[in-house]
Nanobody, 117 residues
């Protein structure tokens, strides 16, 4: 079992920055990939960025160059630095942990990010 707790969401003006963090606990040694997804009202949940236990990263096209995902060596904490935020980035952001060997996903409770003037 893996438990995920997100923090760092909030309200920011367009062009501003926020940093999201996700703390993992439980059987974190089994985690293969950790990532961030988001879901805006009326839309499907979508991948924002992810990072593997080896440090490889993958970003959605819509955040390339604006967001940076990082993690500590134990993959117990994953962060998402979000710069140059746009109103269309408004969504609930979810932390995800994927265990490749079991093809199993765990999700955090979500944190609201609102970009508005």
């Amino acid at each position: 079992q893996v438990q995920l707790v997100e923090s760092g969401g909030g309200l920011v003006h367009p062009g501003g920055s926020l940093r999201l963090s996700c703390a993992a606990s439980g059987t974190i040694f089994s985690i293969s990939v950790m990532g961030w997804y988001r879901q805006a009202p009326g839309k499907a949940r979508e991948l924002v960025a992810e990072i593997t236990v080896g440090g490889s990263t993958n970003y959605a096209d819509f955040v390339m160059g604006r967001f940076t995902v990082s993690r500590d060596n134990a993959l117990s904490t994953v962060s998402l630095q979000m710069n140059s935020l746009k109103p269309e980035d408004t969504a609930v952001y979810y932390c995800n942990a994927h265990i490749l060997a079991l093809d199993k996903n765990y999700w955090g409770q979500g944190t609201q990010v609102t970009v508005s003037s």
